[in-house]
């Protein structure tokens, strides 16, 4: 094995000059020291992370939308309680179903005053 910094021949398996004492490593193991082996398990540990960011934005903004239509349907800023409450939510489903059925009467109406 020559050195490369002073070219002295050292035995084969020598990793260290005899003569300067720089590495004399051999080429392939630097070649398999390369790429990091836990590397290779990345984008699979990259893909759960990316799954939780992306369960905890889809949750939140599920939560913003419930909060919005909360607050529209009671006419007032929506709790925590609210968010979870059964009751309020059959009151959000009621009112909606007369705002739909006053607009069905509304157009019907006035489609009846026209002819
Ligand atoms: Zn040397």
């Given amino acids: 094995m020559l050195c490369s910094s002073c070219n002295t021949r050292n035995p084969e398996g020598a990793t260290k000059c005899s003569e300067c004492g ?16 836990y590397y290779e398990t990345g984008p699979g540990k990259a893909e759960g992370l990316v799954d939780i960011i992306f369960n905890s934005i889809a949750a939140w903004v599920s939560g913003f939308k419930m909060r919005r239509e909360l ?32 607009e069905k009467r509304e157009a019907s109406s006035s489609r009846a005053s026209r002819s």
Avoid: C, Q, Y
């Avoid at 720089?22 to 082996?37: A, H, I, M």
């Avoid at 925590?80 to 939510?89: E, I, K, Q, V, Y």
């Avoid at 009112?95 to 006053?102: M, Q, W």
């Fill in 71 to 102: 607050k529209k349907a009671l006419g007032r800023k929506p709790t925590n309680a609210d968010l979870s409450s059964l009751h309020t939510w059959m009151e959000v489903r009621d009112k909606e179903e007369k705002v739909s059925i006053a």
């Fill in 22 to 37: 720089s590495s004399l490593l051999p080429f392939s193991v630097e070649v398999e020291t390369g790429p990091d082996p």
